[in-house]
């Protein structure tokens, strides 16, 4: 079992560079997110998707666009990167019907650590 | 709006110790979900518990146990008789049932179990 799966681990960028982070559950979960976590600032939702083709901003989003073309991937964006968007990144995927979480868990990657120089 | 809170930031104590972390919760929803998640060292996240708001009873698993309290809205977590592989940051989550379903996670309580 899969799981989520993130690409890259690690990724190194100047200012200004693009890339994109990739993300893909083999879970069938209708529900997929992006966090990135900064020292003492806990989990913060960046971007969030409650099915293919819908796609939602989170508390963060400002120079990261999403897209969700499949159920299964949920790239994250970085448009021109910036030395704040240095941080760790996570993919969470999970189980929704309907629109409706219940009570499921999020499953999440393990993580892709960018600094932005 | 939706907060969780958890006051300690970090916590040390000595192997064989007892040590809970404290969680807060605020929703005005009747309905919702409360998780905890532990981060070792190695940087994954890992869920441990979920508990919904219609159900107080308290679970134990092993040497782990907790105590969710509406009255306070709190869900706390205690380990007993706690283990070097305790070391981690342990994240407290609330989630709505509503559409987006977003969690709200905790900013984190780093334990660190010494030998």
């Known amino acids: 079992n899969a799981g989520v799966t993130q690409t890259p681990k690690f990724q190194v960028l100047k200012t200004g560079q693009s890339m994109t982070l990739q993300c893909a559950q083999d879970m069938n979960h209708e529900y997929m997110s992006w966090y990135r976590q900064d020292p003492g600032m806990g989990l913060r939702l960046i971007h969030y998707s409650v099915g293919a083709g819908i796609t939602d901003q989170g508390e963060v989003p400002n120079g990261y666009n999403v897209s969700r073309s499949t159920t299964e991937d949920f790239p994250l964006r970085l448009l021109s990167a910036a030395p704040s968007q240095t941080s760790v990144y996570f993919c969470a995927s999970s189980y929704s019907s309907g629109g409706r979480s219940y009570n499921s868990p999020l499953h999440f990657g393990n993580g892709t650590r960018l600094t932005v120089t | 709006a939706q907060k969780v809170t958890q006051a300690q930031t970090e ?3 000595v192997e064989k110790e007892d ?5 807060v919760y605020e929703t005005r929803d009747t309905t919702y979900y409360l998780f905890w998640y532990k981060q070792p060292p190695s940087g994954e996240l890992v869920f441990l518990i979920r508990r919904n708001s219609f159900d107080e ?7 782990y146990s ?15 008789a706690s283990q070097v592989v305790d070391s981690a940051v342990y994240f407290c989550a609330l989630r709505l049932n509503n559409y987006g ?15």
């Open chain 2, 11 to 13: 916590i040390s104590v």
């Open chain 2, 19 to 23: 040590v809970t972390l404290d969680c």
């Open chain 2, 57 to 63: 009873q308290n679970e134990i698993s092993g040497r």
């Open chain 2, 66 to 80: 907790w105590n969710f309290q509406k009255s306070t809205s709190s869900f706390n977590f205690t380990i007993t």
């Open chain 2, 101 to 115: 379903q977003n969690f709200v996670f905790g900013p984190g309580t780093r334990l660190s179990v010494l030998p």
